[in-house]
T-cell receptor
Framework: GAGVSQSPSNKVTEKGKDVELRCDPI?????LYWYRQSLGQGLEFLIY????????KSGLPSDRFSAERTGGSVSTLTIQRTQQEDSAVYLC??????????FGPGTRLTVL | GDSVTQMEGPVTLSEEAFLTINCTYT??????LFWYVQYPGEGLQLLLK?????DKGSNKGFEATYRKETTSFHLEKGSVQVSDSAVYFC?????????FGKGTTLSVSS
């Protein structure tokens, strides 16, 4: 079946603008994760959704970052008032609870 | 807090050479350990995993053994191929998320 998909694949924006990144997890997967991959910091956990439970937001770097998951499926990561240090590849992953995490191809965000 | 340290790259090898990529971890308890691989232009893929001490994960000729006494999970392959060129990430499961090392770039030439 289809894997995790993310859109857009690339996003260039100007400093101060808001951006929305989308993730479509594997059908039936109850858990969804967002990570950020940047040159200086490697791969960092951002946020985790599991079913209808409250999300684990412990990895979000600032209150400019937020995420939601609608209907237990698609998720949107929103970054408000983007800064240059937000430039990174944003990765989404999904899993069936405690199973293997399957990663999407990522969205490369460039903030000018 | 929990953390993963892996050897800095890049690692450059000739085809059929032996590969070792070192990985050590710091964690409370005994988390599951993973190696992920990112081929050029592709997403992260699980390469292998081990869920408890002395477990050996293996896949595609790669192996790693969960060593509790040395808190290590080194990745090895006896004979690398050009197609193994990629970035390799060691990771541990910390609660709900994965904590990754910074990645090691492997370049194999023919």
């Amino acid at each position: 079946g289809a894997g995790v998909s993310q859109s857009p694949s690339n996003k260039v924006t100007e400093k101060g603008k808001d951006v929305e990144l989308r993730c479509d997890p594997i059908s039936g997967h109850t858990a969804l994760y967002w990570y950020r991959q940047s040159l200086g910091q490697g791969l960092e956990f951002l946020i985790y959704f599991q079913g209808n439970s409250a999300p684990d937001k412990s990895g979000l770097p600032s209150d400019r970052f937020s995420a939601e998951r609608t209907g237990g499926s698609v998720s949107t990561l929103t970054i408000q008032r983007t800064q240059q240090e937000d430039s990174a590849v944003y990765l989404c992953a999904s899993s069936s609870g405690a199973g293997e995490q399957f990663f999407g191809p990522g969205t490369r965000l460039t903030v000018l | 807090g929990d953390s993963v340290t892996q050897m800095e790259g890049p690692v450059t090898l000739s085809e059929e050479a032996f590969l070792t990529i070192n990985c050590t971890y710091t964690a409370t308890g005994y988390p599951s350990l993973f190696w992920y691989v990112q081929y050029p232009g592709e997403g992260l893929q699980l390469l292998l995993k081990a869920t408890k001490a002395d477990d050996k994960g293996s896949n595609k000729g790669f192996e790693a053994t969960y060593r509790k006494e040395t808190t290590s999970f080194h990745l090895e392959k006896g004979s690398v191929q050009v197609s193994d060129s990629a970035v390799y990430f060691c990771a541990l499961e910390a609660g709900t998320a994965l904590i990754f090392g910074k990645g090691t770039t492997l370049s194999v030439s023919s």
